[in-house]
């Protein structure tokens, strides 16, 4: 199966140019569907905005943007832009502006857009969505701290930590590499430690 990004979340964020209001939204949507029920639901709470620009990739299905009214090429696309750059799929973005009486010009414009578009992917936060390696690895309290430095060095999750005669861990890992890891395991404790394969998973987690 494929890895991919995808937000995290829902994000909203929020700021002025030139006395104009940009408030950017991200959503992870599944479908094309979805997106435009987002769009749609946007452009009826902000039916006084002066325009609800948008854009969004679905994996393996439509890629969209719009205008709204803005100048050819100032918003919908600057924004399906920073989605890309991004690497997101499976979202939709929508820049609402509430015009504040400055013209911002056609620069000024695919710049707001794109900050629009960006301040709203930083506060969904992104996902690695992909197959994972569930591993239950039994620790002695001595390497417990080594052991989750390894498991962030190699950007695993920690799914579950019971404490008790030995600290008992369950991680997730990306596919490719759980053999790796541990075989890391075996090294860094001089085959004290050993961990075991007990399923898999495809689904995503934030990322840094």
């Not at 100032?74 to 979202?91: D, F, K």
Request: hydrophobic residues 40%; proline residues 3%.
């Amino acid at each position: 199966m494929d890895e991919y990004l995808v937000p995290t979340q829902f994000g909203e964020d929020e700021f002025y140019e030139k006395k104009s209001h940009f408030i950017g939204r991200l959503w992870p949507v599944q479908t094309e569907e979805e997106a435009l029920e987002k769009i749609g639901a946007m452009k009826k709470q902000h039916y006084d905005a002066t325009h609800n620009c948008w854009a969004y990739i679905i994996r393996d299905g439509a890629v969209r943007f719009s205008d709204d009214g803005e100048p050819g090429g100032t918003a919908g696309m600057p924004m399906l832009q920073v989605l890309q750059r991004e690497g997101l799929y499976n979202c939709v973005c929508v820049v609402t502006r509430y015009f504040g009486g400055i013209l911002l010009g056609a620069g000024g414009l695919v710049r707001a857009y794109t900050k629009g578009a960006k301040i709203a992917v930083d506060a969904a936060g992104k996902s690695m969505k992909r197959v994972w390696t569930a591993l239950y690895i039994p620790c002695p309290y001595h390497l417990y701290e080594r052991v989750k430095l390894e498991i962030a060095a190699w950007n695993g999750v920690v799914r579950s930590c019971d404490f008790g005669a030995e600290v008992e861990l369950e991680i997730l890992i990306a596919e490719a590499q759980a053999e790796a890891f541990l075989d890391k395991l075996i090294d860094m404790s001089a085959g004290t430690l050993e961990g075991m394969i007990i399923g898999q998973e495809y689904r995503a987690f934030p990322v840094e």
